[in-house]
């Protein structure tokens, strides 16, 4: 399968008082086509920057993409015009967000939010595009659609907006999905049917998705590949066997000795990693993770780890990568 | 949404019974009697007695409250003590300049403040943001009169490029029409559209930081219709309420727009009755002016209905 998405060094920051944030720092992954990446790390390491700068959607100010490429089927997304970009979202790119009570327009109806897309991307007429945002919302599961178009979005719950938010993402069958904590403010049954609506369908539409969220069971669940993001970088990424099976990162373990599963021995208890995400504005000048880390070494403090290829396909930032082990960490006090 | 809209119609009738006595007794407790200044400084106290009891001033208060409110809903606005015209034909031959002033004047304000306020909002922190905002400060804190004289003296005066004073029909001629409402309309703009541009530059930067706009963006939506479609749909409410505001506040600035143009509108009717104690006039006009507030009122509270669906439940 061809590349889809090739992401080259982006950086983006946001300029505040307290100074720069660098929010998003030298981050570089691929995407190939059909494919399912999981993006995960803790709040506020810069996941739904990432993604609002690959739609180059960063507010700003205070936001700014400092540097990097986004390829996408070929062309730079960071270097064709604003016009241009407004033809990749929504056709090409399709995001949904993580508030679904908020991320509707409250005064408008949502037949008519559902129309624009179709009206914009694919040229079709209002007949048109309302019998197709009726099919839409029936792939989705919604009852009764012809009805649901001409309500507003107040008039419905918080899991029934998720679902037509993914209608409305993936109304112009876009190469792309971006679901960026789709679910996270869902009950956790909802959340499952949520997402098995998103695999179903971008499974039919061979749609390459990336899933950004703080649950590592959804990314095993869902996603072929892993990127671990950590203080604006990325600290691993593999394929999903790789990064569970054998991390190469101590926040990586870190993470997935904070899971809760079914499997785990008694004795073991759940760890959430000590300490707290560094001060963005202010990152050390070695590695960013050494407050927090177990493994932390001279070297650790004296320069920053890159990004490097430790066995096929395989990355992980870290000094001590071949130290780390899956099972070192949860039992450690 | 029809049961609404009647509940609210209904509610008028109160407060415009309220209004009705309200008009009725300010104009009786205001001092100065419309039958001393109507005989003149050298009438003996027998002539003012005359005048009152032809006046029907001399009946009980509430008697003259029962004849007046009985005349007026049978559309009886009664007579001007001077003229002895109808107070209809009086208002109808002034209606003509501040009608044309007022939806004029109102238009050019809201055609003029919203786009200028939702361009503010989106180019937030610009230079652009700032020329707008001056403009809109300076506006809203520039006396009315002071800036009306400076456009005489400058435009009219000076360049000669409008008329000086007056007001020309728009039946008679169009040209002279629109040279002869220019200046008062551009006063009326100016603080009108201020107020305007204040409100919605407010009301759009909240809602540009809303979930939503990211939404619509997302879809690849430019920007036009993200402003005008989503964020000033959304941002509508409180940019309604000020115009209708607004619409109430015309009515004291064409007061002085008229004045200082010398228009013979409305405005300067009721200026002159007032300063007459022409009463039956004043009462018929304070009734007009404020059922045209009401109305105002009751235009905004059905646009909240029609713009955000939530008022519905
Ligand atoms: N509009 C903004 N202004 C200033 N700083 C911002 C802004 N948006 C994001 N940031 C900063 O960028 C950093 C990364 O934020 P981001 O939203 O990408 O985190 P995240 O990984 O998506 O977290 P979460 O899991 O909570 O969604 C944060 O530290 C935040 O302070
Ligand atoms: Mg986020």
Known sequence: ?333 | MTAYIFKRVLAVIPILIFVGIATFSLVHIAPGDAANIMAGDYAGPDDVKLIRAELGLDKPVTTQFWEWAGRTLRGDFGKSIYSGRTVAELVSQRLEPTIALTIVGGTVAVLLGIPMGVFAAWKAGSRWDRGIQIFAALGISIPGFWLGFIFILAFAVYLRWFPVIGYVSITEDVFGWIKSITLPVALLAISGSSVIIRMTRGSILEVLREDYIRTARAKGLANKPVLFRHALRAGAIPIITVIGTLAGALITGVVVTETVFTIPGLGRLVAETVQNRDFPVVQSMLMLLASFYVFINLMVDLAYVFFDPRVRL
Not at chain 1, 12 to 22: E, L, M, R, V
Not at chain 1, 30 to 53: D, P, Q, Y
Not at chain 1, 85 to 98: H, L
Not at chain 1, 250 to 278: C, F, M, W
């Open chain 1, 1 to 333: 399968m061809s590349t889809l998405l090739d992401v080259k060094n982006l950086s983006t920051h946001f300029n505040t008082s307290a100074g720069t944030i660098k929010a998003v720092n030298d981050v570089s992954f691929k995407l190939r086509e059909g494919e399912t990446l999981g993006l995960v790390g803790e709040s506020g390491c810069g996941k739904s920057v990432t993604a609002l700068s690959i739609m180059r959607l960063v507010p700003s100010p205070p936001g700014r993409i400092v540097s990097g490429d986004v390829i996408f089927q070929d062309q730079n997304l960071l270097k064709i015009s604003e016009e241009e970009m407004q033809n990749v979202r929504g056709r090409d790119i399709g995001m949904i967000f993580q508030e679904p009570m908020t991320s509707l327009n409250p005064v408008l109806s949502i037949g008519r939010q559902l129309r624009e897309p179709l009206e914009l991307h694919l040229g079709m007429t209002k007949q048109q595009s309302l019998s197709r945002s009726s099919e839409l919302l029936e792939l989705v599961g919604i009852p009764d659609p012809a009805t649901r178009l001409k309500t507003f979005p107040h008039q419905t719950s918080g899991g029934q907006r998720q679902r037509i938010m993914i209608a409305m993402a993936l109304s112009c069958e876009p190469k792309l999905l971006i679901a960026d904590e789709a679910t996270t403010a869902l009950d956790v049954t909802i959340q499952a049917q949520i997402l098995e609506i998103i695999k179903e369908l971008t499974d039919r539409l061979g749609t390459s998705v990336i899933i950004i969220t703080h649950n590592l069971g959804v990314v095993a669940r869902y996603a072929d590949s892993v990127n671990v993001m950590y203080a604006g970088k990325l600290r691993e990424s593999g394929s999903l066997d790789q990064v569970y099976k054998q991390p190469k990162h101590p926040y990586t373990v870190g993470l997935l000795n904070s899971v809760p599963t079914l499997d785990l021995d008694a004795d073991i208890r759940l760890q959430p990693i000590r300490g707290e995400i560094p001060n963005l504005t202010d990152l050390p000048k070695g590695c960013a993770f050494i407050d927090r880390c177990d493994y932390a070494e001279q070297k650790c403090q004296e320069s920053e780890p890159e990004l490097e290829e430790v066995e096929d396909a395989h990355f992980g930032a870290c000094w001590e990568h071949q130290r780390v082990n899956k099972n070192l960490l949860g039992i450690t006090p």
